[in-house]
């Protein structure tokens, strides 16, 4: 019930009692002479209750001539967030329900604010309706700021218009939507089983945790998942469970896309759940094998030396056995045995990681195993560190506060750096005001007191000295040009091994006047390499600092909202004079013809081999990563071989990320050794240093070296892949020559409405490369499965 509409009824009532009729039962009645008081209670206190609790109905304008019979589209429910959380500045899906009577097309519109406050409407340009009653549309939004309403909007072909408010709970079918901090690691349990105890408990150690026990309640588009470090698919023997994922093939589909695009998936299920991981199978693709069979576990010693657990797993007469299903291992590593049974098998899927259990860790024995969360930190990685290595990190060096907690608060920071454009430090500002401030005080006053007795002169020296002031600032304010700069960010990741393709641009936009811009993402790609599910969108700064998502001083700046059509394209972007604006693509796509020829292997934990450059592009600052080793490789051009082999100069990886060396002291009997760290630098600018760190965070130490938290994009860090017993390539694109052809280019484009905008660019472009190593025979025939006959019993 909106306000407007509650007044009425309120104001009717008033009226009445106001007539001759009622006046009289009115003043005879001592309960009616409370009513005023009743009615000014309600409209003061039970309205807004109402409005809060309730979707706000806009009525809906339909075509002339249309009858009452045939009414538009109806929006029912909306739904935010994937088990009822997001994450602010992420892509989050909002599940729609709408109810039409008949056949209809039209525009779908959310409306949330953005990063800065304003309002932004995210539109579907093209929903098509069946009018089988109630369907369910999914759009992808950013949400900016801490949610209390969400506008949707509907747009008929017909010319029908529909539009509701939705507040409180009524976003979350029941719950109010949870908004999780950018540096809180979030993960998704998807399964049946009601593990809400242990969510809580982990959620006091400083991680969040959220579940779906219905396979229809999760998102249809992979960027959905983009805000969980992992997800953890347990089907156990759930007969129901595993029916609805056999009957769910988009969402499935949606989850493996994730994934290649370098998502973290835990899996573990029953024997129940083996259909689907047979070859062709909608789950077979979790698997690191075809399926050959299954023993049954009598103790379970590889797990709880694993965890360094004080007690076992108790297997009870009456529980039902615990199974471990056997793989034919095609690619894979066995990081976990119970004798000769694997337990915890891990590969690679494009540039993504697939961690199989083949024990169900929901079984009874294991939930009730102490150690059992513990078990499951270790398998999404997210085991606590060491207190001895915190505390040797942190005696090393002094934390400072630049205004950001996470890497990408960093990472925004260095793109606000524009070459070109002066940068004038607050010490500069505060103290040319303070020097303002004395000059027409205290200076005044004393310059006045030489010329005359009265000081009358102040009449002329005040206003001289403000309209001086003013023309040394519009001076200093033209060096900073009247053309808008955009300091943009490539990282292109290709696995090498089936061509799987993932691209991130962050750019930044700076503008020396106010104006509305129409951005989109602009690419010149070779034909060879194909792209989809692109999405453009604005780049928030993650955090409480100042201009922060989580910063509640940020309040909405324009009364309208622009548009983003179909993630592809904003429409009257708003910037304002000398604001920064930040932007955000994100893309899949495949590869036809690999740009690197590779023979690498494994000889002792080192590699060797060679790589051969075919592509058209130069690679600058190169440097290959494998199992404990970072390889220089320098600079290499196209065509050009590199070589690994007996004596190939290499740094041990952790020492190579964080400075680590060895020093020593005294001499003789008292010569000591002990080893230094290199403190990262926060502060540091150099987008190249900040995507080394975001790149191999986990390898150099994660938050404990850094002391800053890599949970706003964390399938950036490709310290899986390395685990997963693949090379890492990364290298920096050279810009291209005059007489050398681009290839190929990726940018942000800006026009005014009618014509394209003059700007200066500042491109950085890396390229990393996922590569497959071929094991030594001894690591090919550990990685097999245990036969039957093997069994621990």
Known sequence: MGFSRSFRIILTMAQRFSSGRY????????????????????????????????????????????QLEEASVEIVACRVGVGGVYKLGLWTPVKITLRSPREITGRLAVVVPDGFGNLCSYELTKVSLRGRGEEEVEVLVQIGQTLTSLEVRWKGEDGSNAAVTFRGKAMGNGEVPLVVPAHVPLFLWIGPGDLGRFFRDWTRRGNYWCQVTEVGRLPRNWLAYQSFRAVVLCTGDDARFIQELADSPQIVSALRHWVEAGGKIVFSGGTMVRPLLEKEGLLSWVAPGPVVGAITLRRTTGLESLVKATRPVILRRSDAPLVAQQ????????????????????????????????IDVSHRALVDWPQWDRFIAWLVGNEEASREEEASVAQSRTLMHYGYTDLAGQLRAALEVFPGVPFVPFAWV???TVLYLAIIGPLDYWLCGLLGKHRRWTWVTFPTLILLAGLVGMALASH??????????VCVDIDLKDGQLRGNCWANMYSPRPAAYRAQLRTDIPANISMHDVKFGWLGIPGHGLGGMESPANVMLLPGAYVNEDGHVFQGLPVGQWVTRGLWAIWTGKLRDLPLDWQLRDRDGTLRGRIINRSAITLEDCVIVYGNWAYPVGTLEPGQVWEAGIGEDRRELRSWLNGQHVLFEGKGPHLQTHQQVQPYDQASRDVGYIMRMMGLYQAAGGKAYTQLSHEYWPSLDLTDAVLNGRAVLVGRMRPPGEAEAPWPEFGVTLDNGENPVSMRWSNDVFWRFILPVLRSPGETSAMQTASPEKNNS
């Open 327 to 358: 793989f034919e291992l095609e690619d894979g590593l066995i990081t976990v045995r119970e004798g000769n049974v694997p337990l915890v098998i891990r590969h690679g899927l494009g540039l993504g990681t697939v961690v199989a259990v083949t």
């Open 23 to 66: 006046r009289t039962i009115y003043e005879t009645s001592p309960r009616l002479k409370c009513m005023p008081g009743f009615l000014l209670a309600l409209l003061l206190f039970g309205v807004p209750a109402l409005a809060d609790e309730a979707p706000e109905n806009i009525p809906t304008n339909r075509a002339a001539g249309q």
């Open 430 to 432: 505060a103290g040319l």
């Open 480 to 489: 900073k040009g009247n053309v808008p700069h955009v300091r943009q960010l």
